[in-house]
């Protein structure tokens, strides 16, 4: 990762970087350096007051974009730095238009200016996760501290001691020069470069912690309205107070935990790249060896032949070989650019982990955005540039015809069809969603293909099964098990035969399902999210849920959004075939738990049973655990189990279900964990 270390401007490393709006990064000093004094605005010809240009707006809407707040790579400022020009992101339409900058920083690297204040390149917010980057960089590699006081005009010299008074790194002869041993600075402290570093690094981590609004008081939450880490006194006493405050921890380890994934797939990418790059150099000289075969072969045929065939056979050879030499040339071309792509990935990756490293918190999460999008980005560049398959096959399947007529040896060519190669599975394109997957594959890059078979098994280790069998390289398989890992595998076939299978995928299903309300009856009203459900009915209507259950243990709820106490609600399971006007339990497909405001019973079968006291009302929870190895059906009231039903010896597809009539709005949570005191409450206490 030496070049993320590095400034563009003066190539050494970063010292005291700040970051410009464009969220590239410079040295302090490389920024003043490049600072220049601003344009003045356009006066309206009218009124004759400032009217911001156009190239002015457009970077005050970039400033508003980037403002550089602990959200945004490295910075840990508790407000928005006076040094950058424009209102603060989610700013009124009320609030003072931003005061015209009195100073720019072009970027060397994208020519995008910053707009500062009179404080110019000092006022700009410091890149601190990039600085501890660096010195963890430079005191693991033990990069020599160049003196602070040597000419700049000449190439420093390496510091051997630090002023702990002065805080400035000198070498021996500026030491002696400026810093004599006598006098006054004979009582400054000068330790070595080592601990030096670490005095500073100590005294940076001590005052990025605290609040710059109220400095006796450390940061511990984060504003994701303003993005901004604050203190306590910010969130009770400062404009904080009616924001969306969460601890800052917590909200460091989520980003933290985002960026991780998003590093993990694009260390895959990066892996498979290296793996595929070795590929292409190892098939130059594959290209050459089947070259030699397919010359064998011309060779023995042709001398079999009159001597009419000899001018022929050169020109095979010679066509063959220039084949060959397009097949190297365009596999070259194609390493040397893959070869540069993955150098600059892993840099990157490497800079990632070890800004992942930072202990700072608010250092992080000033880095987390800056990060994230560099990740992304380049992520995005791989899945468009970086096509895991050679441009140009090796093999050359030739086949010379020797039973071609003396007449036609002047028409004489190559003929090839032989059994497709094994196809590849795509896993950044596979998916699995609820009980459903999607599987996606690529044909033999020298194969000719008529279509593909695809097989999935149980989900338990079982035997494979056809499931597709078409043209298509993409496949969605629904109503599969939850919680339960499918090996998939695709074989190729034309006319002369199958490809072996590629090697098994493994797709796991949700662990929990997600589902929603569905009914196509006129009378039973679902909300456009499918969550929320209703009836203008007296009469009973049944409404199944989307996803059926026949394996695992499953647990969803519902809260009575309006009831009045009249109407008659059952909960349960049914079969997909079931009346949908009638109370849900009277037939033998369902089985339910009908409630009113002061009792229950149980149904299945047009049957009552177990009749318990105690009802509900509008604002309870009816709680539905359905455990499928145990073969029980438990209800609860808000957490307190009201019973159960056995469904011993019941087999197939089962579906969430209730019944309802007027005056009741039902809304559905899905997708929950069973609470742990429900899953553990005894048979015992259930009967």
């Known amino acids: 990762m030496e070049e993320e270390l590095r400034c563009s401007q003066c190539t050494g490393y970063y010292h005291v970087p700040v970051i410009l709006v464009c969220r590239h990064a410079l040295c302090l000093a490389c920024a003043g350096a490049l600072q220049k004094p601003a344009a003045p605005p356009a006066r309206s ?124 790194f000198y070498c021996g002869p500026c030491r002696e020069a400026c810093h004599p041993a006598r006098g006054p600075l004979a009582a400054h402290w000068l330790v070595s470069v080592a601990e030096g570093r670490a005095l500073l690094r100590a005294r940076r981590r001590e005052r990025e912690g605290r609040c710059t609004h109220h400095p006796q008081e450390h940061v511990s939450m984060y504003c994701l309205t303003c993005r901004l880490p604050v203190c306590v006194l910010c969130l009770h006493h400062g404009r904080h107070h009616a924001h969306d405050v969460h601890a800052l921890n917590a909200v460091t380890k989520t980003h933290k935990t985002e960026l991780s994934q998003a590093l993990q797939q694009l260390s895959e990418k990066a892996r498979a790249a290296t793996e595929f790059i070795h590929t292409l150099k190892t098939l130059s000289e594959e290209v050459h060896g089947n070259c030699r075969e397919v010359e064998g072969v011309i060779v023995a045929q042709v001398d079999a032949l009159v001597e009419a065939l000899q001018a022929r056979r050169v020109d095979l050879i010679n066509w063959v070989r220039r084949q060959r030499d397009a097949k190297v040339h365009s596999l070259r071309d194609q390493v040397q650019e893959y070869t540069h792509t993955l150098q600059s990935t892993t840099a990157t990756i490497h800079f990632c982990i070890e800004a992942l490293k930072e202990s700072d918190p608010a250092s992080f999460m000033e880095a987390q955005e800056i990060l994230e999008e560099r990740v992304n980005a380049m992520s995005r560049d791989w899945d468009q540039s970086m096509v895991s398959e050679p441009r140009v096959p090796p093999h050359f399947n030739l086949t010379l015809d020797d039973k071609t007529l003396l007449t036609a040896i002047q028409q004489l060519t190559f003929i090839q069809l032989k059994p497709p190669g094994t196809p590849s599975m795509i896993p950044e394109e596979c998916s699995a969603e609820n009980n459903s997957v999607t599987i996606a594959w690529a044909p033999h890059h ?71 309300f569905e009914s196509s009856h006129p009378d039973v009203t679902i909300s456009a999210t499918g969550f929320t459900v209703s009836c203008d009915s007296y009469e009973h209507r049944v409404v199944l849920g ?142």
Request: proline letters at 6%; a negative charge; hydrophobic letters at 35%.
């Open 546 to 687: 989307s996803v059926g259950f026949s394996r695992g243990a499953h647990y969803w709820e519902y809260t009575l959004e309006r009831y009045d106490g009249n109407a008659d609600i059952a909960f349960g399971l049914g079969r997909i075939d079931i009346c949908k006007e009638m109370i849900l339990g009277k037939c033998g497909g369902s089985w339910s738990m009908y409630i009113d405001s002061e009792r229950s019973w149980l149904m299945h079968g047009g049957e009552h049973f177990n009749r318990t006291a105690g009802g509900v009302r509008a604002g309870d929870t009816v709680g539905l655990l359905l455990s499928l190895p145990e073969k029980t059906l438990s209800f609860f009231v808000n957490g307190e189990l009201q019973g159960y039903v056995s469904l011993a010896g019941v087999t197939g597809v089962l579906y969430p279900a209730v019944s309802l009539n007027r005056s009741v709005v039902l809304n559905l949570q899905t997708g929950l964990h069973p609470p742990q005191a429900l899953v553990e409450t005894p048979i015992a206490a259930k009967t």
């Open 45 to 168: 010809e009218d009124e004759g007051s400032v009217a911001p240009a156009e190239d002015l707006h457009e970077t005050s809407e970039v400033d508003k974009l980037s403002v550089l707040s602990d959200a945004d790579s490295g910075v840990s400022c508790s407000s928005r730095p006076t040094s950058l020009v424009g209102a603060p992101e989610g700013g009124s339409s009320s609030d003072p238009p931003p005061p015209p900058p009195v100073y720019t920083i072009a970027c060397p690297q994208c020519s995008v200016l910053t707009p500062t204040d009179e404080a110019g390149a000092q006022g700009l917010t410091r890149f601190k996760v990039l600085a501890a980057v660096v010195d963890k960089h430079l005191e693991r590699y033990q990069v020599a501290e160049p003196c602070q006081l040597c000419d700049a005009a000449t190439a420093p010299r390496p510091a051997q001691v630090f002023c702990d008074q002065c805080l400035v």
């Open 446 to 516: 020298t194969s000719c293909v008529t279509g593909y078979t695809l097989e999935i098994d149980d989900g338990a280790g079982g035997a494979f099964r056809e499931v597709y069998s078409g043209e298509q390289t993409v496949c969605t398989i629904d109503g599969l098990h939850f919680n339960s890992i499918y090996r998939a595998r695709v074989r190729a076939f034309n006319s002369t035969g199958n490809s072996p299978f590629c090697e098994p995928l493994c797709l796991q299903t949700a662990e929990v399902a997600w589902f929603t």
